[in-house]
């Protein structure tokens, strides 16, 4: 039964974000709201709506290390598993945009969490701050997309607006009435989602053995990331490379902003209290596979295959560290020992090498 609670609430998050998206699109298009707008901020906020329902349920719901490992882990699954997988599909390419500008907004994102952090706890005002500052990012997206050409922004903007379904007011969503429908229907629909995924997960995490940190780690963070797994690999699939890599710095973002702002402010005057494993490894992973991105990114502006390999390779070996820790089995120093006398070192080597290589002369810039 819990199994099967768990597969509803994954699949009224992914439903009940498609429905919010396509609800909110489409009334916002047939008020006149330009795509480019609607994109940068309701398919944006669309994408992240899981992680961001899962936390808050979980912190209103007293799971607190659902909340933070849901979002952690989920960044840790974008770049890893969402990026690996498909720059294996195809190499990917990456648009100046992202290296200027989003990727360093990001990575400056998670060192934010990480001094917000350091006291075991984010407080409130601190969840506040998190969320002006998604907030204004947003509008510095909105004005700055205006005031450059649209040759200029077309491969960063692209990701946001891909997504944007047409309207046809012969269409049965084609009226406000519709929309609106769909709108309230999505809501629902998270709500419940996030509610069924965490009660199972509880219990999941109770028949395993494990904590409640580490399925938010894995389980939760691979279930609720399913949206932008499906635009990644979509994307990869059809030749839009460039939309493949935006959808995942861009949900990064928003997580750490928007979820954690608003799970943050939902736990009241006590704050979100961060799990010490978090402090002292998992915070720390997620934040060197955010700045793995830039040697990657730069190394002739796209993610080649074997670098899609590394990345996937490295988060199996996370999850395969998380599992071991969580059941003190034997084979975990020497997992330890081979990633950090081995493993880590060569790739460290690999991608230095290839920062240095001469570009490609077909690279977006």
């Known amino acids: 039964m819990q199994l099967l609670l768990f597969i509803a609430g994954l699949v009224a998050l992914v439903v009940g974000a498609s429905s919010l998206v396509r609800g909110a699109s489409k009334l916002a298009l047939s008020f006149g709201i330009s795509p480019l ?24 719901n007293g799971q607190t290390d659902i909340a933070i490992g849901n979002v952690v882990g989920s960044n840790i699954f974008n770049v890893l598993f969402i990026l690996g997988i498909s720059a294996l599909v195809a190499p990917l390419i990456v648009h100046v945009q992202l290296i200027r500008q989003e990727v360093p907004i990001m990575i400056g994102s998670a060192l934010l969490l990480v001094a917000l952090g350091l006291d075991g706890t984010l407080s409130w005002w601190e ?25 200029n922004t077309a491969g960063f903007t692209a990701g946001f607006t891909a997504e944007l379904p047409p ?43 494990v904590s409640d940190l580490v399925i938010g780690l894995t389980i939760v963070a691979a279930g609720t990331s399913m949206p932008e797994v499906a635009t990644s690999l979509t994307a990869a699939f059809k030749g839009e490379r460039d939309i493949a890599v935006g959808n995942v710095v861009g949900s990064c973002t928003f997580n750490i902003l928007g979820c954690l702002g608003l799970s943050a402010l939902a736990s009241g005057t006590l704050g979100l209290p961060l799990a010490p494993s978090i402090l002292t490894f998992d915070i720390w992973v997620m934040l060197a596979a955010l700045l793995a991105c830039l040697p990657v990114f730069l190394s002739g502006r796209e993610i080649a295959r074997w670098e899609g390999g590394v990345f996937l390779a490295y988060y199996v070996a996370y999850v395969a560290y998380l599992i071991l820790a969580s059941q003190q089995h034997d084979a975990l120093p020497g997992l330890s020992s081979v990633m950090l006398g081995f493993v880590v070192p060569l790739t460290i080597i690999t991608f230095v090498v290839a920062l240095l290589r001469e570009k490609p002369s077909g690279a977006t810039s």
């Open 127 to 151: 969840g506040i701050l998190l969320l002006v500052l998604m907030v204004v990012y947003t509008v510095f997206l909105i004005l700055q997309s205006r005031r450059e050409s649209s040759a």
């Open 37 to 60: 707008v609607v994109g940068l901020t309701i398919v944006a906020f669309g994408t992240s709506a899981p992680e961001m329902a899962v936390s808050t349920g979980a912190v209103l």
């Open 167 to 209: 309207v046809a007011p012969q269409a049965w969503d084609g009226k406000w009435p519709a929309q609106a429908a769909l709108i309230v229907v999505g809501l629902i629909l998270l709500v419940l989602g996030s509610d069924w995924l965490v009660s199972a997960s509880v219990v999941f995490a109770k028949a395993l053995g």
